[in-house]
């Protein structure tokens, strides 16, 4: 081994960590929308996207990343319940190949849009000064905004779990996932509910976007890269299951971290052999239920 | 009443495919500005005619058929420019190959999975290959493209015919095309074929009534590849060259676009969706330039919300099936 010092193979396993916590934040409403309305959104990551030029915009604008950090989620949360409302809504009952057909359309506008809006070259967004330095933590020192990622990845995850868990909404939101036809019949209008959690899933989607914003620039296709990624999270997890959605991400973001440390070319290919392993050894995914979603 | 006539022309055209492609593709070029776009839309014509078997007649949503494209160009590319070769016939045969081997090892993992996963896992293969045949620079070029494909004449029992000129190569695939399109028209006809649709419709019902219906999914993929392939091998004589975004998601998202428009499970639709994207495209990019794609991707969602049957699919009224 050449010298492969220990602090810094520590540093890429949570370097690893970071990129796990985006990608589950990215898989996670993926497998939210999924599990609730059986809706591929191969434009989640279009609204990564919109998360990481918005908060660039709102930045500029307020020249405040706190306030980038709040809007931009919410931003692009309610430009997702539009979408929701105007083009998903009518294609429910249809199937689940026309919402991924849609979504994919969806996804070529949008890039395309932001291209002519914001121009071709990548942006950089910068992290606030008080998280611009590193931080030492005894055996290490690591970059303190890459920290502070993964704070707001495991606040998220701990908010979403109570929110799913303890609330009434919740409630719903897993019944609906298990059997809608049976939450209809106790009366219950599911299409607010499933209305409520996509706009949810994707402001999660812009939440991780302009988190990312600062650690792989702003550019208009960081989001297809990343659904591409996101999309191995979901199928190694397995669809409709968040704790694999967490461990998958948290996995793969891993896998990613020290094959680049250690095999830079194969960085691009190794997420794509341990899903083909994960295939033929566990088809459902490592969470996954047999014979949903088919 | 000229509804109906269109209608009835239509519908000639659907029972007659073979002769009205010949047909089409034989007066494109005079109709066309440049003839060179009316071989495009000839080959990606192909090309969606062998999505479409996969996706219009087995119901499989393929988003990596990319990869398959992108090995039947470098298939032939490589084998004319690297290796030296100088028979058609054998780039061609490589490049089909090439495809359907592809095909073959990819249907095999993807089909473990169906409905939407299928289409995510075929879409991630198709990246493996992209990224493998990035970073396989001596062999594909990498980011710069296979260069270098040489404008060989056709050897045909002794003769040697060139091809070299726009008009003579566009009848060169025209004849491909054709062949391929009477094999597709022989297999859907055939008591496979039934079994396909039989897939499409029901998939648990066909496997109750005893067909091997993973058997008959993997064979629609192969075929479907090697199709798919040829059209690739084809692409690559046209341009010389094979960019490495041959194999990118976003050529898969092109013959998904193509093919939906034109009208998913017809024989004629991919033709027709390709025509409309490329000659949309070709007009739109004097004045958008680089922006028409905002205009075919609004174009592809309306068409999913409102016309899901593609433009070709309503003229003949039939749906595709779902």
């Known amino acids: ?294 | 009443m000229s509804r109906g006539l269109v209608g009835r022309g239509a519908a000639w055209v659907a029972v007659h495919p073979v002769v009205s492609i010949v047909a089409f593709f034989a007066a494109l070029p005079f109709v066309l500005p440049y003839t060179s776009l009316a071989t495009q839309i000839l080959v990606y014509g192909l090309f969606a005619l062998g999505f479409n078997l996969l996706y219009g007649y087995t119901g499989l949503l393929s988003f990596g058929h990319a990869a398959y494209w992108g090995l039947g160009a470098y298939g032939a590319g490589i084998v004319l420019a690297k290796l030296g070769w100088t028979s058609l016939w054998a780039a061609l045969a490589v490049g089909v190959l090439a495809a359907g081997l592809g095909g073959a090892l990819v249907g095999f993992f993807a089909l473990r999975r169906r409905g939407i996963y299928f289409a995510m896992l075929t879409l991630a293969f198709a990246q493996l290959f992209y990224f493998i045949a990035f970073h396989l620079a001596d062999l594909t070029g990498g980011d710069d493209g296979l260069r270098g494909i040489p404008q060989l004449p056709l050897g045909f029992f002794g003769w040697s015919i060139p091809i070299k000129s726009p008009l003579a190569f566009h009848y060169f695939a025209l004849a491909w095309a054709a062949l391929a399109v009477a094999a597709l028209q022989r297999v859907l006809k055939s008591p496979f074929g039934a079994v396909l649709a039989a897939i499409r419709e029901n998939g648990d019902r066909a496997t109750a009534c005893g067909y091997d219906v993973n058997r008959a999914r993997l064979l629609s993929f192969v075929f479907s590849a090697l199709i798919t392939g040829l059209a690739g091998s084809l692409d690559a004589l046209r341009l010389n060259v094979v960019p490495v975004e041959a194999m990118f998601w976003s050529t898969s998202g092109q013959v998904v676009i193509m093919t939906l428009l034109g009208g998913a499970g017809t024989f004629f639709g991919p033709f027709v969706g390709a025509a409309t994207v490329l000659v949309l495209g070709d007009r739109l990019s004097l004045v958008l330039v680089d922006s028409w794609p905002i205009v075919i991707g609004s174009v592809f969602v309306a068409f999913v919300l409102f016309l899901p049957k593609g433009i070709w699919g309503t003229l003949i009224g039939r749906s595709h099936g779902r």
């Open chain 1, 1 to 294: 081994m050449p010298d492969i010092t220990l602090s810094a193979l520590a540093a890429q396993l949570f370097t690893g960590l970071v990129l796990g916590g985006i990608l589950v934040l990215l898989a996670i409403g993926l497998s939210l929308i999924f599990g609730l309305m059986t809706v591929v959104n191969f434009a989640h990551g279009s609204f990564f996207m919109l998360g990481a030029y918005t908060g660039f915009f709102v930045l500029g604008y307020t020249k405040s990343f706190w306030a980038a950090l709040v809007i931009a989620p919410l931003v692009v949360g309610a430009f997702g319940l539009v979408i929701e409302r105007l083009l998903i809504r009518p294609l429910y009952g249809r199937g689940p190949d026309d919402p991924l057909l849609l979504t994919f359309g969806l996804s070529l506008v949008l890039v395309e849009a932001v291209k002519l809006v914001a121009g071709k070259l990548g942006l950089t967004l910068d992290p606030p000064a008080v998280l611009a330095g590193a931080v030492d933590l005894g055996f290490m020192k690591f970059p303190a905004y890459r920290l502070f990622v993964l704070a707001v990845t495991a606040v998220v995850l701990v908010a979403l779990w109570l929110f799913l868990e303890k609330t009434n909404i919740g409630l719903i939101v897993r019944a609906g996932s298990r059997d809608a036809l049976m939450v209809r019949a106790l009366g219950i209008d599911l299409g607010r509910v499933w209305f409520l959690v996509f706009g949810l899933g994707i402001a999660m989607a812009g939440l991780a976007g302009i988190l990312a914003g600062p650690l792989r620039g702003v550019y208009a296709e960081m989001g297809i890269e990343i659904i591409i990624e996101a999309f191995v999270v979901v199928v190694v997890g397995g669809m409709g299951s968040l704790p694999g959605a967490i461990v998958a991400g948290l996995l793969i973001g891993e896998v990613i971290s020290l094959t680049t440390f250690f095999a830079p070319k194969l960085a691009e290919i190794v997420v794509f052999i341990v899903m083909a392993v994960v295939l033929l050894a566990r088809p459902s995914g490592l969470f996954g239920e047999a014979g949903l979603a088919e």
